[in-house]
């Protein structure tokens, strides 16, 4: 089952999403936060961060799984999801780094890293709260059109759409790695509670698209959450599915 909520502004929509974050930290210092990376996130651990400050919380029992990294980049680049995590959250907050977790990227001993990480993931109880983003194609993760919905953590090759979206954070498109290492559907979909952020113009087509679906496509990715128990769409006026065409 999917619930959408349009929040207004992307201000706004970042700040819930952030507290629902504080709120699981809250409510199970031991829980397992499953992250994303992106523009869109950006502000939603700004706030983030700014709840855990000016409201004391134990961190110490607190893991994080992030969804993916680029394929043999090297984990000090800029470009890095580990360096984007530390940028924006890890190094703003009271964790250390045997707390925080991410796909191996390593070319070596690919297959059973990426067993090895789903088997971490899923040790004692999987994720508590999954924070997607999703891309203008319907990826979520790099989980990209046409991904299997009983996928697991693999290395997968990125869409050309995929590729022209995240230029932006290089200097050139060629910089852009073609491959990135992913979790898979399957164990985003063990996840207890799922919440997808989506704000800007450039989502609303997708998730007007995702709103009209009854059934799960495999053509759209994220159109697997309508087999979740406990999904959440949150969106801004111009990702709305409800907005108004001119």
Do not use: C, W
Request: hydrophobic share 35%; charged share 20%.
């Amino acid at each position: 089952m999917m619930e959408f909520i349009n929040l207004g502004n992307a201000s706004l929509a970042a700040q819930y999403v952030a507290i629902e974050l504080f709120r699981e930290i809250k409510r199970n210092p031991h829980t397992k936060l499953g992250l994303a990376t992106g523009g869109t996130m950006e502000p939603v651990y700004a706030a983030l961060v700014k709840l855990i400050k000016s409201n004391p919380v134990n961190l110490s029992h607190l893991k994080t799984f992030n969804l993916d990294e680029y394929f043999e980049l090297d984990k000090q680049s800029p470009q890095s999801y580990l360096y984007y995590m530390k940028h924006h959250l890890f190094n703003h907050i009271d964790i250390k780094p045997e707390q925080y977790y991410f796909p191996d990227n390593d070319r070596e001993n690919l297959a059973e890293n990426n067993k090895a990480y789903d088997e971490l993931i899923m040790k004692e109880h999987p994720v508590n709260l999954q924070l997607l983003g999703i891309g203008t194609n319907g990826h979520i993760g790099f989980n990209e059109p046409g991904t299997s919905f009983t996928s697991n953590t693999r290395m997968v090759d990125l869409s050309e759409e995929t590729i022209r979206a995240n230029a932006r954070f290089f200097d050139t498109i060629d910089q852009v790695p073609t491959q990135a290492v992913t979790m898979g559907i399957t164990t985003i979909m063990q996840s207890d509670r799922i919440i997808l952020l989506a704000t800007g113009e450039k989502k609303q087509p997708i998730i007007q698209q995702l709103y009209g679906m009854t059934q799960p496509d495999e053509d759209i990715p994220a159109s697997v959450l309508l087999n979740h128990p406990n999904a959440l769409i949150i969106t801004d006026d111009e990702a709305s599915p409800y907005k108004k065409k001119d």
